[in-house]
Each structure stands twice: as structure tokens, then as C-alpha cells.
């Protein structure tokens, strides 16, 4: 079993930048992809970055160029950095992964989410 602890999410005016950062329990390199994902109010959960242990990373077309996701193995974290933000980013960030061990079924773990709010 896996946890998932995110921190980093606040108030940020418009334009603005935050790190979120994610904490797995354990170590992550069964975990590919990790991901953040985002809900705002009355939306679907969406994602909103994604990546590999190999280092290759998917964005939602209006993320690219103000995020970037990273993950360091060895601390068994996810950090996503963002810059220039927008109201339009509001919402609650979870961290996601998907586990994979042999001979079982893989296994998707959730963060409880952080809030990110922009707003002046």
C-alpha cells in the first residue's frame, strides 16, 4: 500500500508561482506513470501532468510552458512547479499513481488533494 501526501498548494495572486510537492510512503520506481491531476468546482477531475521514470512528461495543452513536473526516485517524490498563474487554475490538485508488481493487477493510488487558489 502506497500513500500519497501532497503540500505546496495556497493563495497566489495572479501571475504568480507555486510548488506542489507529493510524498509517497514508499518507494515510487513501481509507480509510472505520477501524475497531478485538478478539480475545480463543479468540473471533472482532469490532468494535469503526467510522468515517466524514464523523465518523459505529458501537459494539458494550457499548462505547457508555465508547469513542469519532475520526480526524484531516490526521495520518492513528485513536485509539480508553476508558474504564471491563472484564475483558471484554481482548483483542488491531487498527486496520482498507478503501481505495477508482477502477478497482480496494477494499482492506482490518490493524494487527499491541495488546494491552489488565484485570486487577487
Known amino acids: 500500500q502506497v500513500q500519497l501526501v501532497e503540500s505546496g498548494g495556497g493563495l497566489v495572486q495572479p501571475g504568480g508561482s507555486l510548488r506542489l510537492s507529493c510524498a509517497a510512503s514508499?518507494?515510487?520506481?513501481?509507480?509510472?506513470?505520477m501524475g497531478w491531476y485538478r478539480q475545480a468546482p463543479g468540473k471533472e477531475r482532469e490532468l494535469v501532468a503526467s510522468i515517466y521514470n524514464g523523465g518523459s512528461s505529458t501537459y494539458r495543452d494550457s499548462v505547457k510552458g508555465r508547469f513542469t513536473i519532475s520526480r526524484d526516485n531516490a526521495k520518492n517524490t513528485v513536485d509539480l512547479q508553476m508558474h504564471s498563474l491563472k484564475r483558471e487554475d484554481t482548483a483542488v490538485y491531487y498527486c496520482y499513481g498507478k503501481q505495477w508488481r508482477i502477478g497482480v493487477p496494477p494499482s492506482d493510488y490518490w493524494g487527499q488533494g491541495t488546494q491552489v487558489t488565484v485570486s487577487s
Open positions: 514508499g518507494s515510487i520506481f513501481s509507480i509510472n506513470p
